[in-house]
């Protein structure tokens, strides 16, 4: 096993793989960012295992990881606890399409967590999540349209599949894919993020009575991490209040990951419903859409908003869900994620900024935005430098370093992080860096 290897790296089995999978995948991948088209790299990692902070290839080669599943893995990879009790649950038998007691448990934790959440329905994703917060706000409202924010990503479902280039709320909203029909987004608005202006002046208007929700990465992630200004959140709560339209938050990636009450525990705003994933599935799939027990009741069985899984609530991924959520009350627990983003980041900061680009971080999240000072919204990465970027990436990934494949995600560190590899990580951007 080679561990942090030396530039040239053997990689002749990831390509043998990568070369089969093509053959009977498309683009050889289950999700396209895997395929690294954004860092022009062939082939992309084959991962075969991953413990604590590493994971291994197919090659035998060992990285560290600030990706962790795109967020979900805060505990690091195969945490034992959570292991030990999947393996308990999984001898039990793995799913039975019945209510299980799991579901409860996982259920009462969350709840007592989130002032804002009086009840929660498990899905299988955060694109099902997201899909059924906005079917659920428009059956509770009974108005169609709905607001995104250019550059927030809430999964792959055709109505939120939209970003509008121009900047400027329209009618016409664009979908990003095609086979998306146009009728289907036309009920989706798209607003940048952190714009006071354009959404107070859009609430003055007739148009905003037909809003069913405003839904938004509260902290965003997709477009790497850009945090919302002081009082955007509590001027987007006081305009959908007055409209009687909902205001959910997604925060399938800062749930349970930028502190223990997500983003809606670091701004003084509550949200109507919220949207789970990543973190509460504990490396399983789950999500989860939640709120106000008043807008909850709207879902089938006892509303007329219908939504259904044969895996929703797994039983082992319930599991994996509250040995994870357990481990996240630890005493001081973000006081130590925070300690150990500190380490690595410390050294980094300054030399983003010399390099001319800047760093933006809540909490274990954060991104280096090249060729930027500032970055508020999707508008503001026309200038990104993506070249800069993908020339750290394969820098780092030489190095045995692995982090999210796009200049635009967020990194991610765990609490299985050692400090031997937060310092060994940080002197290797730095250098990077220094090489500019
Ligand atoms: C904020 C946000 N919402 C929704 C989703 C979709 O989740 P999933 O990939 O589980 O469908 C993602 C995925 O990364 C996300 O980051």
Redesign the pocket.
């Known amino acids: 096993m080679t561990l942090f290897s030396a530039p040239t790296k053997k990689r002749t089995r990831s390509e043998a793989i990568f070369k089969t999978h093509c053959n009977l995948i498309p683009g050889g991948v289950n ?1 396209p960012v895997r395929a690294f088209h954004s860092v022009e790299m062939t082939p992309p990692l084959i991962v075969v295992s991953g413990s604590g902070d590493t994971i291994e290839d197919v090659d035998g080669n060992r990285y560290i990881d600030y990706c962790g599943s ?2 979900a893995m805060i505990l690091g990879h195969a945490h034992p606890q959570v292991v030990k009790g999947v393996q308990e649950r999984m001898a039990l038998g793995s799913s039975f399409g019945i209510t299980t007691v799991e579901e409860g448990l996982l259920a009462q934790k969350i709840v007592k967590k989130i002032p804002s959440i009086e009840k929660i329905r498990f899905v ?7 899909m059924t917060a906005l079917r659920l706000a428009r059956g509770y409202t009974g108005r169609s349209k709905v607001i995104k924010f250019t550059g ?5 479902s055709d109505a939120l599949l939209v970003q509008a280039g121009s900047g400027v709320a329209t009618l016409n909203s664009t979908a990003t894919s095609k086979g998306v029909h146009a009728h289907i987004v036309q009920d989706t608005l798209c607003f940048p993020f952190n714009d006071f202006e354009k959404i107070r002046s859009f609430f003055k208007t007739p148009l905003s009575k037909e809003v069913a929700a405003i839904i938004l ?1 509260p902290i ?3 477009m790497g991490t850009v945090l919302p200004d002081r009082g955007f959140l509590e001027m987007l709560r006081e305009e959908t209040t007055k409209a009687g339209a909902l205001l959910i938050f ?5 749930g349970f990951r930028v502190g223990p009450k997500g983003a809606q525990g670091l701004y003084p705003v509550d949200p109507d419903l919220t ?1 789970f ?2 973190i509460i599935g504990g490396g399983f ?1 789950v ?1 989860a859409v939640a709120g106000k027990a008043k807008i909850m009741d709207y879902l089938a069985p006892l509303g007329q908003v219908y939504q259904a899984g044969t895996l929703s609530g797994n039983p082992v991924a319930m599991r994996a869900g509250l040995e994870t959520l357990l481990q996240l009350e630890a005493p001081h627990f973000y006081e130590t994620l925070q300690k150990k983003t500190d380490r690595l980041l410390n050294p980094i900061r300054e030399a983003v900024q010399v390099s001319g680009g800047c760093l933006q971080e809540c909490g274990s999240m954060f991104s280096i935005f090249f060729g930027l000072s500032q970055v508020k919204s999707k508008e503001d990465l026309v200038s990104l430098n993506k070249k800069r970027f993908r020339e750290l990436f394969s820098y780092l990934f030489d190095r045995g370093i692995y982090i999210p494949p796009s200049s635009q995600e967020a990194w991610f560190v765990s609490s299985a992080h050692t400090d031997e590899h937060l310092d060994y990580t940080a002197k290797s951007v730095c250098s990077f860096l220094s090489s500019l």
């Open positions: 999700s795109w967020g299988s994703s955060g694109t099902e999540a997201t927030h990503y809430h999964g792959h990465e965003a992630g997709n997604d925060e399938v990636i800062t949207c994933g990543k799939p999500a």
